[in-house]
């Protein structure tokens, strides 16, 4: 198969445990954009977190950002696709949080919010590689459109949390795991499978001629909407059960080798 156009994912795929790109695998993608093959990101990340890895890497494409919820320019910032969650889920979200002691945050205009101060938006700042603002009047957030929202708890916590939000909302948000201790809430149509089909259309590749490679939960469906579905040798094993190949890890060169085996031979 001549494939024309790869999707990667970020945290344990493209980036290494130490949130690095190795220099085999910046070389590979370039090569792949010389040949003429689209290659772009997709990450449940903020714009503005992965906005920066893109430039790096010399790609000049729309990035897959919020697991979905926007799809946006790397140059000219231009939206393209962007998809919001209603006020009406996210005040179910936020009681939750309140009722359960749950740090929650919001994003909004590729803003980061929170109610507190903690370690856990701390933490999630640094890895993220973005500010954060604490919202006094956090409730008053929640009368706008978000473009997600995201519980840091507890994996088994978090567990219990989506089949309640899932018994909730139904078909109304898209409930996902990016990492055991996230739970993010988005629109229905905000996964990178719908994001994945968008820009198919959009650069007129038909998917049965892209590449998604991936780790998480959250990865799912971009994998089976492709048409070669890749997990990362470090990919969850519910992931490695839906590929249609699995890699070698994300320390171990793990896109390199896709890109070798599939788009440079």
Excluded at 18 to 34: F, G, M, N, Y
Excluded at 80 to 106: C, F, M, N, T
Excluded at 220 to 229: C, I, K, R, S
């Amino acid at each position: 198969m001549n494939y024309k156009m790869v999707m990667i994912d970020l945290d344990d795929t493209l980036l290494t445990d130490e949130l690095t790109i190795t220099p085999e695998t910046r070389e590979a993608i370039q090569k792949a954009v010389q040949k003429g093959v689209i290659v772009t990101l997709a990450t449940g990340r903020m714009y503005a977190s992965a906005r920066p890895i893109a430039a790096r890497l010399g790609i000049n494409v729309p990035i897959i950002t919020y697991q979905g919820a926007l799809v946006k320019g790397l140059l000219d910032r231009k939206t393209l696709y962007e998809k919001k969650v209603a006020p009406s889920i996210a005040r179910v979200v936020y009681d939750i949080a309140v009722d359960q002691g749950l740090h929650l945050q919001i994003y909004q205009n590729d803003t980061l919010y929170v109610q507190e101060d903690n370690e856990k938006v701390r933490q999630y700042s640094h890895v993220a590689g973005v500010p954060y603002n604490v919202e006094k009047d956090f409730p008053s957030l929640l009368e706008n459109p978000s473009t997600k929202l995201l519980y840091f708890e507890d994996p088994v916590k978090l567990d219990e949390i989506k089949i309640e939000l899932v018994r909730r909302f139904g078909d109304k948000a898209y409930i996902t795991k990016s990492k055991p201790y996230f739970l993010e809430i988005l629109h229905p149509d905000a996964s990178k499978g719908q994001a994945m089909r968008f820009l198919s259309d959009y650069f007129d590749v038909p998917l049965s001629r892209t590449i998604a490679i991936g780790d998480s939960y959250n990865d799912l469906d971009m994998l089976e909407t492709a048409g070669l579905g890749v997990a990362m040798g470090n990919a969850v094993d519910s992931l490695k059960e839906k590929a249609d190949y699995i890699s070698a890890t994300n320390n171990e060169n793990g896109v390199k080798q896709v890109l070798d085996e599939f788009v440079l031979s």
